[in-house]
């Protein structure tokens, strides 16, 4: 069994910046694949950050450059680092990790970007 649980959300004014965590437990290894997405009120989960088997980074083209992903196997952390939030980055953001063939899944943290 794995668990994650993400930590750090909170209400930020807009140019602001917050770092989530993902702190997972279980069976996990450092190759797996892990990522950051959100959902906002009305609309679909979205891929916002995820580093791949070997590490390498994809971002969603509405964060990059302002977001960035990164991991610490040490701590089996994955963090978040969010900068010049904007009001469209509100949502509940979720840690996801495959783990063999299962996807494992975050409660969610809520991240609210406003003035």
């Known amino acids: 069994q794995v668990q994650l649980v993400e930590s750090g959300g909170g209400l930020v004014q807009p140019g602001g910046s917050l770092r989530l965590s993902c702190a997972a437990s279980?069976?996990?290894?450092?190759?797996?694949?892990v990522g950051w997405y959100r959902q906002a009120p009305g609309k679909q989960r979205e891929l916002v950050a995820r580093?791949?088997?070997?590490?390498?980074?994809n971002y969603a083209d509405s964060v990059k450059g302002r977001f960035t992903i990164s991991r610490d196997d040490a701590k089996n952390t994955v963090y978040l680092q969010m900068n010049s939030l904007k009001p469209e980055d509100t949502a509940v953001y979720y840690c996801?990790?495959?783990?063999?063939?299962?996807?494992?899944w975050g409660q969610g943290t809520q991240v609210t970007v406003s003035s």
């Open positions: 580093l791949t088997t070997y590490g390498n980074p």
């Open positions: 279980g069976m996990i290894s450092s190759t797996d694949p």
């Open positions: 996801g990790r495959r783990v063999g063939v299962r996807e494992y």
